[in-house]
């Protein structure tokens, strides 16, 4: 029962004891013996949580606990006369507060802190813990968002009494960070307190303060995976677009597609961006990205133009053969089929001349003795055997050159074997009727070559049918001419075309392989203000 006694006797006293500090007590005023003495404040600040940053609006607000402590000069006591009570807690309206704020404050309503309880001791302390919601100004410099650093102050001061009537005193270098709770999107790096004594234009008197500067660090892995990265990933496809082929249509489709992607998460990142004239550096990646693709745009519609270069087209200059199809080609390492990076043999024909046009095939077939004269160019073949093999053997007869050269007509040779079983020599000639538009004539000689032979040797046979045409027609000469022309004319513009289209596929690798250098870099800055 003692110990309840005791609780029942503290009660009473520490009744009696407000009775006896507040009869006379006024919280209007200073609480010191002189008005000329300074009433020193002693602040502290524990940073408890960062609850947002709002960038565009350049408002942070943070959850803190304020300590306030003060020595009130009349609320003072002997312990000894209350029972040995040295400490009452009472609410702060009761006594004399400082009016102490936050300067730099951004809230509208002025409430954000709680009506708690002081605590008194015996030799007049005064100490009053706050917790309090704070929305300050923040200056956001977002030059190297997101990897940029931000220093938010946060500046106390009274706000009506000067220097000479009360002083701040810091109560540690910092603030305090040991109850702090880590935040998802900032770093706190720390938190450093500086007292600061102002004069203002409007008063001569000194006003200090204390700044707590609050040192953030974003973090930057949501924005590198979330905004980053996709860009990144959509720039590397502006350069596939000249690895498209000119044909499928689709090369400046690509290039406006990537465009307008670049363009959305352009403004994602301007909406939570503050209108400044400092442009973020992730907005720099984006317009220098665009830059580039809208580049790659406006160069893949002129090589398409190159590429569809008609018949109508002038050939290709020589520094342009020189420099892009031959010099540029082997950089780019764009070859024909066919070629490779060695050597520069290609097995692309090449249209056949006039006079490769009119020379005859001579490649002896597989038709045994069986040989054409054309235009009285007449190449005699003969098929002779002995014993073991066929060989082939040609030979121009020159004696049947003169009667037909303006004509068109054909010598066939036959040559056959045939068994002789005595030496005999017969000739035949044959002159068949003359039909529409020509005369033939058939020649028929047996031989047998035995002069002093005793075995059985070749027999050979020549049969020659040769056939005259005898009409003139020009008009069909001439036409024959104009196809060859044409078609001479039509392989000269397939080849200049081809050439135009090859120095658009040697302008689109190249501009490929730089836009994918430039890509590479500009990737490699940006990660590298990571690090």
């Known amino acids: 029962m003692a110990p309840e006694i005791y609780l029942a006797a503290h009660g009473r006293y520490a009744q009696k004891l407000m009775t006896d500090l507040f009869s006379n007590y006024t919280n209007a005023l200073r609480p010191v013996e002189d008005t000329d003495h300074i009433i020193n404040v002693t602040l502290q600040i524990t940073l408890s949580q960062i609850i947002d940053m709002d960038e565009r609006n350049q408002i942070l607000t943070t959850y803190l606990w304020v300590r306030q402590v003060w020595m009130d000069y009349y609320l003072t006591w002997k312990k000894e006369d209350y029972d040995g009570l040295d400490t009452i807690r009472i609410p702060s309206s009761y006594v004399w507060r400082p009016d102490i704020v936050l300067y730099n404050s951004a809230d509208d309503e002025f409430s954000s802190s709680m009506e708690t309880n002081v605590v008194l001791r015996n030799d007049g302390q005064v100490m009053w813990d706050q917790p309090a ?15 940029d650093v931000q220093e938010c102050h946060l500046t106390f001061g009274s706000w009506t009494h000067n220097g000479n009537q009360m002083d701040l005193i810091n109560a540690l270098d910092s603030a305090d960070l040991a109850d702090f709770v880590p935040n998802v ?39 590198i995976f979330n905004l980053l990265i996709p860009c990144m990933m959509i720039s590397f496809l502006a350069p596939l677009g000249f690895y498209l082929p000119a044909d499928s249509g689709e090369k400046v489709s690509l290039g406006v597609t990537v465009l307008l992607a670049l363009t959305v998460f352009q403004l994602l990142v301007a909406e939570s961006m503050p209108p400044s004239e400092s442009v973020p550096l992730i907005g720099k990646y984006y317009i220098a990205t665009m830059t580039m693709v809208t580049a790659s745009t406006a160069l893949t519609i002129f090589i398409m133009n190159i590429h569809h270069c008609g018949p109508e087209a002038r050939p290709v200059p020589q520094w342009a053969e020189r420099f892009i199809l031959n010099y540029l080609a082997r950089i780019c390492f764009v070859y024909e089929v066919g070629e490779n990076c060695l050597g520069g043999n290609s097995s692309r024909k090449q249209p056949l001349s006039q006079e490769e046009s009119d020379a005859p095939s001579a490649n002896g077939g597989n038709a045994k003795g069986t040989n054409w004269d054309v235009n009285g160019q007449a190449w005699g073949g003969r098929v002779e055997e002995d014993g073991g093999g066929e060989s082939l053997k040609l030979g121009r007869d020159l004696t049947i050159q003169s009667d037909w050269k303006e004509d068109l007509f054909v010598t066939i040779d036959h040559s056959e074997e045939e068994g002789a079983s005595g030496g005999h020599e017969v000739e035949q000639e044959e ?9 033939e004539h058939v020649e028929e000689k047996k031989g047998v070559g035995g002069e002093g032979g005793g075995g059985a040797r070749q027999n050979r046979r020549e049969i020659v049918v040769r056939t005259q045409c005898v009409c003139q027609h020009q008009g069909l000469r001439r036409n024959i001419e104009y196809i060859a022309n044409s078609y001479q004319d039509q392989r000269a513009a397939q080849l200049r075309i081809g050439e135009w289209r090859k120095v658009a596929k040697v302008m689109d690798r190249f501009f490929m392989w730089l836009f994918f250098i430039m890509v590479f870099f500009m990737s490699i800055l940006i990660l590298g203000k990571a690090i």
């Open 133 to 147: 919601i704070t929305k300050s100004s923040c200056s956001v410099d977002v030059a190297f968002f997101p990897f």
């Open 185 to 223: 999107e900032w770093e706190v790096l720390g938190m450093p307190a500086k007292k600061n004594v102002i004069l203002y234009g409007c008063c001569s008197d000194p006003y200090p303060d204390i700044t707590f500067t609050l040192h953030l660090k974003r973090r930057a892995s949501f924005y």
């Open 431 to 439: 002159s068949n009727s003359p039909r529409e538009g020509g005369e």
